[in-house]
């Protein structure tokens, strides 16, 4: 089945521990990306990646980092969150982009930090 | 910049009834257009797309129009169920860009 998966779906830690959100896709897709949604302001990109070593900033990149070293994978890092940082995080892949037929996204995790 | 803005929610209806989200876009040249619907506890998965003007995308009974004179793509369902509970999102994918730019979502529950 092709989808986008991320790990874990929940997760729960303390504030400045340092933490990865894992991302991987079966499609060969090119294009990865990271979105946070929070309430009443929809979703914003947060990092991409066109190809494998190839990332770049989103919307809202700060006190996030990426890596592609594979084309399959896509790990989100925090190396110190914060409770700012408290969100529900999808990550997404497509053929290319811009895309005409939209990406698929993860089942999304959902980060609280305390 | 590019921007997509939807109805405010939340959307309470009766089974059966019909449905209407409206969604209106800001975007240079032609972009291609987008629903996504969120179930609960899930992600977003793709409802339907419409990638130039004048075109239909439908999908489980759902329809959107891509009306580039009035920059819209209003989500319509000639009767909703109890299972189309959900959030939806109108989102855009512009040529100069690689992110979907999403509205803040519209709530809706159907209730039997």
């Known amino acids: 089945e092709a989808q986008v998966t991320q790990n874990p779906r929940y997760l729960i830690t303390v504030t400045g521990k340092k933490l990865t959100v894992t991302c991987s896709q079966n499609m060969n897709h090119e294009y990865m990306s990271w979105y946070r949604q929070d309430p009443g302001l929809g979703l914003r990109q947060i990092y991409y990646s066109m190809n494998v070593e190839v990332t770049d900033k989103g919307d809202v990149p700060e006190g996030y980092k990426v890596s592609r070293k594979e084309k399959r994978n896509f790990p989100l890092i925090l190396e110190s969150p914060s409770p700012n940082q408290t969100s529900l995080y999808f990550c997404?892949?497509?053929?290319?982009?811009?895309?005409?037929?939209?990406?698929?996204f993860g089942s999304g995790t959902r980060l609280t930090v305390v | 910049g590019n921007s997509v803005t939807q109805m405010e929610g939340p959307v309470t209806l009766s089974e059966e009834a019909f449905l209407t989200i409206n969604c209106t876009y800001t975007a240079t040249g032609y972009p291609s257009l987008f629903w996504y619907v969120q179930y609960p506890g899930e992600g977003l998965q793709l409802l339907l797309k419409?990638?130039?003007?004048?075109d239909k995308g439908s999908n489980k009974g759902f329809e959107a129009t891509y009306r580039k004179e009035t920059t819209s793509f209003h989500l319509e369902k000639g009767s909703v169920q109890v299972s189309d509970s959900a959030v939806y999102f109108c989102a855009l994918s512009h040529q100069a860009g690689t992110a979907l730019i999403f509205g803040k979502g519209t709530t809706l529950s159907v209730s039997s």
């Open positions: 997404a892949s497509g053929p290319t982009a811009p895309s005409n037929y939209g990406y698929t």
């Open positions: 419409a990638t130039k003007a004048d």
